[in-house]
């Protein structure tokens, strides 16, 4: 796939280079905030080789393209990659704000997505080791490939903290340095030992940010906000020297006298409410999982995954909501896209069915199946809906938890593995979420008309 030829034809089906006013990327859409709205031309973008499907939401219109979204985003005009936005005069309503929110929350986490992954899969991998059996906890090359594994999570400040900074126009390395400030072996050693500590005679708060989100991604936001007025009074020649050394005298107290302890003060708040549904999360896990295709399609399971690991992750050390229901949606969507094959007599839809049913399967990208197979057909989406919500229900109810947030297919099975999650209660939800999507899609599934009156349309 040449991807400058694909981000050139998306650029000139969006109204052209002028009329993007900021465009970013995720896992598999690349995102657009436009000028003319109008000049957005849908049918185009289905026509081009490599595009999924079109999505609008908030104000901010996607291209879904699939996982190769990271490589084509730099064939974009550099000058929407998360500049200045031009100022619109259209009031920004609730569903802007939140399209806002999950694109940063979004663009935050998703330069860690591929390390988290393959850390994830490392300690999936030990767990089996330790099940069967065939290594124990006290041996070196253990011990040695857990931590390794295990640091992303201690340091995921950092990685936030590009995200962010990118995201907002700011300068990365900037704000990895406020990151490091908060992550500092001398502060962390001041706070175990519970030694007092001030700054310009404010007194800091003694609390740890390894494994921490909320913190870095409010500090990087307001660093942000100083480093823009920073740079628009200090005279160009001299912003080398100043701006850095003002970020650190400013943003220092800053991180560890306000944003710091305000948002972990936010996360104790948020942990007591998560304490009190701890015995119902089986309810939230069935309606996330009936409702995740939808979720997907609009581009807001970003933000919800964000939440979730804001929340019960770094409270509890595991997920017992937001991957579960992923899993019983992915295995239905997955399951019912190949089911879809099977029924369908259309060539085109055949092949698109298939190979967006494995991926989603074994490679965890839901967007092509769902865009390419379950829209195509209302009875295809609902019967998946129901089937994840069924299997959601057994899932909840059996305990299965994740333990790495990485990723919800059957190669990422061992992620649910551990202690309270069995490998009876993982793989029988798997099965029930495949048995009873395929069993829905092979009754209610029929081509649709226009499919059905296809030149492509087979004899049966």
Known sequence: MDYKELASAIVLAVGGEDNIVNVAHCATRLRFVLKDTEKFNEEALKKIDGVINTMSFG???????????????PFMPSKGKGEKKEKSD?????KHVLASIAEFLSASIGVAIIPLIGAGMIKAILTMLIQFGWLGTDNNTYIVLYFAADAIWYFIPVFLAIGAARKLGSDPILAVLMACIMLSPTFVSYVNAGTPLTIFGLPITLTTYGQS??????????????????????????????????????????????????????????????????????ILVMILAALMPILIMFGLHGAIVTFII?????????????????LCAHISIGT???????????RVMRS?????????????????????????SKKALITTCISAGITGLYAGLMG?????????????MPLFIGDGSTWFAVISTVILATILSGVLAFIFYKDPADLAKNPETENA
């Open 400 to 412: 299965v938890k994740c333990y790495v947030i990485a990723g919800a297919s059957w190669l990422f």
């Open 352 to 376: 698109t069915a298939y190979s967006s049913g494995v991926t989603m399967l074994i490679g965890n990208v839901s967007e092509p199946a769902i865009f390419g197979v379950l829209l195509r």
């Open 310 to 326: 804001l929340t019960w992750y770094v409270t509890v050390g595991y997920d017992p909501v937001f991957m579960v229901a992923a």
């Open 213 to 282: 989100f909320l913190p870095i991604l409010l500090t990087v936001y307001v660093m942000s906000l100083l480093e823009k007025a920073l740079k628009k009074y200090i005279p160009s020649g001299a912003q080398m020297l100043l701006v850095p050394v003002l970020i650190i005298l400013i943003m220092t107290p800053v991180a560890l006298v306000l944003t710091g302890p305000l948002t972990n003060w936010a996360a104790i708040l948020i942990a007591k409410p998560l304490e009190a549904i701890s015995d119902y999360t089986w």
């Open 59 to 73: 104000g901010q219109y996607q291209v879904i393209i699939g996982p190769h979204a990271k490589d084509v985003f």
């Open 90 to 94: 259209k009031k920004k309503g609730f």
């Open 336 to 346: 019912t896209a190949i089911v879809v094959g099977i029924k369908t007599k259309n």
